[in-house]
């Protein structure tokens, strides 16, 4: 479905370059939950970002089905980017819109009529399970909720894949599991495809089938879920899968 062909992406700095991905090669398959993991710095976000060219590769191509997006114009790139969500870290909502008013912005914008509006919405806040809390502000809500909140938007626009920027990262763990189950109906249910990039090897086994370990903006191994937790092939792998917090 997406295929990401010897991705390279340098950034220019008064102080010289930074090589933030080098020659990424990725091929992510319809309905995959496909995990990106890897430690502070080493590209998880640019690698993201290219995906739907909120990052414009230096080099490299990425294809959806076939198409180079990296070839379209402005229009087609934007209706692209309708077919793919994305949630942050950070959640990313509007804090002076509602609950409701926030997973309607992305149809207010297109010009949906309202009735039409008023019907998915109302669909979306029992996905989310967030009905009861529809004319709430953001600023009321837990992480959870505003993450809620946040997918509720992405889903919207009907996307095929969503991206998710360290959607859990600050939640605590209970959360965490409660937005990962989230994500996982979504992708069963709605056969939504889920691109997700983490620093927690517990949310790779926790939902992902397949999973990628980008090191210093290179992969450095790739493979299904279980096989890469039962035989890790590099050191920076084994690492992510015991983390220490040991001070030596
Ligand atoms: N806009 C930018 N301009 C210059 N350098 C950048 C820019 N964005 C990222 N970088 C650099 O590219 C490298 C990869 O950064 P990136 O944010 O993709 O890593 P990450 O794995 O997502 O890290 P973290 O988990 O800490 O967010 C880093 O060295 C970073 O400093």
Request: proline share 3%; hydrophobic share 40%.
């Amino acid at each position: 479905m997406i295929h990401l062909d010897k991705v390279s992406k340098v950034f220019h700095k008064k102080n010289g370059r930074v090589v933030a991905l080098k020659e990424v090669t990725l091929h992510i398959e319809k309905e995959d939950i496909f995990g990106i993991i890897g430690s502070s710095g080493a590209g998880k976000s640019t690698l993201i970002r290219t995906v739907n060219l909120l990052e414009r590769p230096t080099s490299g191509h990425i294809f959806w089905d076939k198409v180079d997006l990296a070839t379209l114009g402005d229009k087609a790139l934007i209706q692209v980017r309708r077919k793919i969500g994305m949630i942050f870290q950070q959640f990313n909502l509007l804090s002076s819109r509602t609950v409701y008013e926030n997973i309607a912005f992305p149809l207010e914008l297109v010009g949906t009529r309202t009735e039409v509006i008023r019907d998915k919405v109302e669909r979306l806040l029992v996905l989310v399970d967030l009905l009861d809390k529809k004319d709430e502000y953001p600023a009321n809500l837990s992480g959870g909720q505003k993450q809620r909140v946040a997918i509720g938007r992405a889903l919207a626009s009907d996307p095929e894949i969503l991206l998710c920027d360290e959607a859990t990262s600050a939640l605590d763990p209970h959360t965490t599991r409660s937005i990962l189950a989230l994500l996982k109906k979504i992708n069963r249910e709605l056969g939504i495809t889920i691109i997700l990039i983490t620093h927690e090897m517990e949310v790779v086994r926790a939902i992902c089938n397949r999973v990628a370990v980008i090191a210093q903006g290179e992969i450095i191994e790739q493979n299904d879920v279980e096989s890469l937790f039962l035989n890790p092939q590099t050191q920076v792998t084994k690492d992510l899968l015991n983390p220490s917090l040991r001070i030596d």
